[in-house]
């Protein structure tokens, strides 16, 4: 199969076991939700997959290469707003490509094109303080997409946000994934989030966390959360991680 | 009078919104406010500083002594000295500009070392750390306590720019070192996930991010270097400059002239401040969100 990521990863914090050994890999294109709760060490994966911080043991590779932020594309969307306070959107969107030294041009037109697409031509010259927190994790996603991505990872970008800008925003991503198919692993505690989302559902168990289940979700999209099989899922994974 | 000021204040908000209220309506508004405040603001300062003056009049006036110059006293003295000179026949220009060129002079070296070393020390604590014993107990000996050394050591301009740069380089350098480790994670974090190297990283975070930061360490350096003006000019050799001025002055005894000098270093600060301030607000319009 066409393999893009594997993770094989052991991660330790002095006498602190915060995984052992937890493997998987994802696919091309494929949207994985890893599935936890909160504090068994999910942001940590992420990060390792990222290549912001170095795992204990073990090792994260995309194309049979081991992660390396200079040398693959990756993109992260992270819980709290990180846009640069002192950047408007059109420059915030434009950070990415700025790194990867895409002509000005170029990325001039890729940044007004990924704007439109999270719709928010108008705002381009707005500052992050002039917007709405649903805003600002839409110029996160803008970003994130913008650089073509080998991988992009989203650790729980909408927990910060209400409920209904929330199954807004979840549209939104999907909208955007379907339209550019990338590689995404999308960290979350919520179920129904998970279940919405991924093709792939890992779910995690607490500390020291492992792999608990490994759920495919075969269901059309948009998905239905009054839908026998999305009842049913959420069940068996609530189940899993006992309930919340 | 007062309401009719009022009254003229509200008719320009009103102007001002008609103006620009088919683009941005509320943008304007907040304008036409911004206005007002700031009149209001500039009247109450003048109330104040008239209100000084007269106390100081009053005073003046029952202690009746030479030693003590009215507001007129100073007055007709600053004229005098703008029109025909000191004893030297120089100037109040001439004292101003000569003073101004040493305190930027010496400011400007503060920045130009300050802001280095403090980068390299806050992204480098182990450099802090390490030379710590020797760099925080610099920070406390008063610039007037490097006369002696900088009499011998050094001649001319370098003597005043040595003397500023003393007063000036802490603030400054202080100011970056401690803006360093208050650098959001999250926003190296973004840079680095797209793979930036550490310069692009420090050209392109650290120092947008700590901008504000040094720029509130020049304008608090910036006072300090104009409060070591007179000590710098008592040992420089030269008959001009403010601080020369009034050391001049004070062996006459002459205290209107004094308060003249005391006063244009007032000045001097206040206009160089309000440009750095300036400055702050157009860079850094979001940082100043938190202000209303």
């Given at each position: 199969m066409n393999e893009k990521i594997h993770v094989a990863v052991t991660q330790r914090f002095n006498d602190l076991t915060v995984f052992e050994r937890i493997e998987f890999s994802v696919r091309e294109n494929e949207f994985v939700c890893i599935l936890g709760k909160s504090g068994c060490g999910k942001t940590t994966l992420a990060k390792l997959m990222a290549g912001l911080i170095s795992c204990t043991d073990g090792a994260v590779t995309i194309d049979a290469a081991p992660v390396d932020p200079k040398r693959h594309k990756l993109a992260f969307v992270f819980q709290e707003s990180s846009l640069w306070p002192w950047r408007n959107v059109r420059d915030n969107v434009r950070i990415g490509l700025e790194v990867k030294n895409v002509p000005r041009a170029q990325a001039e037109r890729r940044v007004d094109e990924m704007i439109g697409l999270v719709g928010l031509q108008g705002f381009e010259e707005y500052y992050p303080y002039q917007i709405s927190g649903g805003m600002k994790q839409r110029v996160a996603i803008a970003r994130a997409f913008a650089v073509d991505a080998d991988l992009i990872l989203m650790d729980?970008?909408?927990?910060?946000?209400d409920a209904q800008t929330r199954q807004h925003m979840q549209e939104e991503v999907l909208r955007i994934w379907e339209r550019l198919k990338h590689t995404v692993v999308f960290i979350t505690h919520n179920l129904e989030e998970s279940i919405y989302l991924a093709d792939r559902i890992i779910v995690l168990s607490d500390k020291?966390?492992?792999?608990k289940g490994d759920f495919a979700v075969e269901m059309p999209r948009p998905r239905d959360f009054a839908h026998p099989g999305f009842i049913d899922l959420r069940k068996r994974l609530g189940a899993l991680i006992g309930v919340w | 009078m007062q309401s009719r000021r009022g009254k003229h204040v509200r008719s320009e908000i009103a102007d001002l919104s008609v103006r620009v209220s088919s683009e941005e309506p509320i943008r304007a508004r907040a304008g036409g406010w911004r206005l007002a405040r700031r009149a209001r603001i500039l009247i109450t300062n003048l109330m104040v500083l008239l209100a000084f003056l007269v106390l100081w009049e009053i005073g003046a006036d029952l202690y009746r002594?030479?030693?003590?110059?009215a507001p007129s006293d100073v007055w007709r003295a600053a004229v005098s000295l703008a029109l025909h000179g000191d004893v030297n026949d120089r100037t109040l220009w001439a004292h101003t500009a000569q003073s101004l060129m040493r305190v930027l002079a010496g400011f400007a070296a503060a920045v130009v070392t300050g802001v280095p070393l403090g980068l390299l020390m806050g992204l480098y604590p182990g450099v802090y750390r390490g030379s710590r014993s020797l760099v925080e107990p610099l920070r406390f000996i008063p610039p007037l306590a490097w006369i002696p050394i900088a009499m011998v050591t050094l001649t001319g301009f370098t003597r005043y720019a040595f003397i500023i740069w003393l007063g000036a380089f802490f603030p400054i350098f202080v100011a970056t070192l401690v803006g360093v480790p208050r650098i959001e994670t999250l926003h190296t974090d973004v840079a680095r996930v797209h793979g930036a190297s550490r310069g692009w990283i420090l050209r392109k975070v650290v120092i947008p991010s700590i901008l504000p930061d040094i720029l509130g360490g020049m304008r608090v350096g910036l006072g300090v270097g104009w409060m070591c003006i007179v000590a710098a000019e008592m040992i420089g050799?030269?008959?001009?400059?403010l601080g020369k001025l009034i050391i001049k002055y004070a062996e006459l005894m002459r205290m209107a002239e004094i308060v003249v000098g005391m006063i244009l270093i007032g000045l001097c600060g206040l206009v160089m401040n309000e440009i750095l301030l300036l400055v702050e607000k157009r860079l850094f319009r979001w940082r100043w969100q938190v202000q209303l």
């Open positions: 729980e970008p909408f927990a910060a946000l020291p966390a492992t792999i | 002594s030479p030693f003590i110059p050799g030269d008959m001009i400059g």
